[in-house]
């Protein structure tokens, strides 16, 4: 069985069923969701651990302390909910970069 992840970012214009991909091998299954907002996140990830049977959830650094413990609370408590963030230079070239597209 592979280990299954789940990686959600936010995009301004994301159509989730449009704006995904998936990666795997025999023993991993990497699954990317592109969300618009805090309610698309919490049900793609609410569909997607039911119907893929996902084991991580790894959130992009916009999703706020907030957002995570909402997603975390819709998931349970069997799927483990991960933030990558980044040092203080790099957290200001991607928030410079993400202010700029909007």
Request: hydrophobic residues 40%; positive net charge.
């Amino acid at each position: 069985m592979a280990f299954k992840v789940l990686f959600l970012t936010h995009t301004p214009d994301a159509v989730p069923e449009k704006h995904q991909c998936v990666i795997e091998t025999s023993k991993y299954k990497l699954l990317v969701r592109l969300v618009k907002n805090q309610e698309q996140a919490v049900e793609v990830c609410k569909k997607l651990v039911k119907e893929e049977g996902i084991h991580s959830v790894l959130l992009c650094p916009g999703f706020t302390h907030q957002n995570v413990a909402e997603i975390s609370e819709a998931v349970g408590k069997n799927v483990g909910i991960s933030v990558a963030r980044g040092d203080g230079p790099s957290t200001k070239i991607a928030k410079e970069v993400m202010k700029r597209e909007g």
